[in-house]
């Protein structure tokens, strides 16, 4: 099977703000980073098109062509919960700090850690992987792009967030 991962293009929130689970807008520049992921994509065939339910990523989608693909709630960022919309810098959270010295386990702003993200993607991939689909496109964030990596064993979780996943991205996996 071959998975077609779209990471949303750049989006409208100013620099070292805090966001996962926010439904936050594309930055301007959406049109023209849109169209090169359009490009990116032009030809290829999706059995299926998925996406996180949120704007960035439907926005996208749509874009390229799939004003109607199959929304799943687990393709969505991490929920960072209380840190959500917050400047990095301003986080007085005493939490804060163990997170940052293990955020593959401790939960992000009391909501969801590392962990568990990767553990609601891989329940995503395991149901795709049997159907009878060959080639899926899917619309949705850094995070997930990262955990669907370890999940093919293309990394570890260790070193998942060492991979370039810029925005308006394309990373294809074959499970």
């Not at 023209?32 to 065939?45: C, L, N, P, Q």
């Not at 059995?47 to 996208?60: A, E, F, I, N, W």
């Not at 496109?137 to 996943?165: M, N, P, Q």
Request: hydrophobic residues 35%.
């Amino acid at each position: 099977m071959k998975l077609t991962f779209i990471r949303h293009t750049s989006v409208a929130v100013e620099p070292d703000i805090c966001y996962g689970w926010s439904d936050v807008d594309t930055a301007s520049t959406f049109p023209e980073e849109a169209e090169t992921v359009r490009k990116s994509i032009k030809g290829e065939h999706f059995d299926t098109v998925y996406c996180s339910p949120l704007t960035r990523c439907r926005r996208l989608a749509g874009f390229c062509g799939y004003p109607h693909p199959q929304i799943d709630e687990r393709l969505k960022e991490l929920n960072f919960g209380t840190w959500e919309m917050q400047r990095w810098d301003a986080i007085t959270d005493p939490h804060l700090n163990l997170w940052y010295k293990d955020w593959i386990h401790q939960p992000a702003g009391g909501a969801e850690s590392y962990i568990e993200q990767y553990q609601r993607v891989s329940k995503f991939l395991d149901e795709i992987r049997n159907t009878p689909q060959q080639q899926c496109c899917i619309f949705t964030h850094r995070g997930v792009i990262a955990c669907a990596l370890v999940y093919s064993h293309h990394c570890t979780i260790e070193k998942s967030f060492d991979e370039a996943i810029p925005y308006g991205s394309k990373t294809v996996i074959h499970l």
